[in-house]
């Protein structure tokens, strides 16, 4: 158990539709990350939240968009969804101290979305 | 971040350790190599990561050759739950943690 979760473990949709992922990191750690894994396109970095506010952005499709409250929690959210956007939906969180590594980073369980 | 390079598939016997190459030829002076696993549709996990010396956790070793170019993870006594895809990154070590997962290799541990 990482400490990471993410809610919630399964959903399905239909194309058109608007869905929230959501993220809550260990505990102290400032740092959230999306990531999306679908079978053609492997482990793809999606965005990075650092204590609220966006710090790198990946692949992130413009109908895509997530944000990071003041609890930390992180949500994603996942607009105008087509065929193409059935994927893992994982969120990662580091620690993220000022000069330390922010690279060891700790994974979620994953959401599974499928769009019918 | 530098491109990293690793075997499509590996087999190991359990018991035995399981060496796992990685080569990361235009790797910078600043940018780490570090290790992540992921089991079959799980979260992937940290095993380790390294600079430019040697390191040993609970869970591997990571042998960094001196010129830095390659690098070799090691479990050394493999078990049926180590079966996973193991990924190498290349990463700076710093504020925007950005980690690009390549497509690693699917190590399966056989009894």
């Known amino acids: 158990d990482s400490g990471v979760t993410q809610t919630p473990k399964h959903l399905i949709t239909a194309t058109g539709q608007r869905v929230t992922l959501r993220c809550s990191p260990r505990?102290?750690?400032?740092?959230v990350y999306w990531y999306q894994q679908s079978l053609d396109q492997g482990l793809q970095f999606l965005i990075q939240?650092?204590?609220?506010?966006?710090?790198a952005k990946g692949n992130i499709l413009e109908r895509f968009s997530a944000q990071q409250f003041p609890d930390l929690h992180s949500e994603l959210n996942l607009s105008s969804l087509e065929l193409g956007d059935s994927a893992l939906y994982f969120c990662?969180?580091?620690?993220?101290?000022?000069?330390?590594?922010?690279?060891?980073?700790?994974f979620g369980p994953g959401t599974r979305l499928t769009v019918t | 971040d530098a491109k990293t390079t690793q075997p499509t598939s590996m087999d190991c016997a359990e018991g035995r350790a399981a060496n796992l190459p990685c080569n990361h030829s235009?790797?910078?002076?600043?940018?780490?190599v570090y290790w992540y696993r992921q089991i079959h549709s799980q979260g992937p996990q940290y095993i380790i990561h390294?600079?430019?010396n040697n390191e040993t956790n609970e869970m591997a070793s990571l042998i960094i050759t001196e010129d830095r170019k390659s690098s070799t993870l090691i479990l050394p006594h493999a078990t049926l739950r180590d079966t996973a895809v193991y990924y190498c990154?290349?990463?700076?070590?710093?504020?925007?943690?950005?980690?690009?997962f390549g497509k690693g290799t699917k190590l399966s541990v056989k009894p």
């Open positions: 990154i290349a990463a700076y070590g710093g504020s925007q943690g950005n980690l690009i």
């Open positions: 390294g600079l430019k």
């Open positions: 505990s102290g750690d400032l740092s």
């Open positions: 939240y650092y204590n609220g506010e966006e710090r």
């Open positions: 990662a969180s580091s620690v993220g101290l000022l000069g330390g590594s922010m690279i060891e980073q700790y």
């Open positions: 235009t790797i910078s002076g600043n940018e780490y």
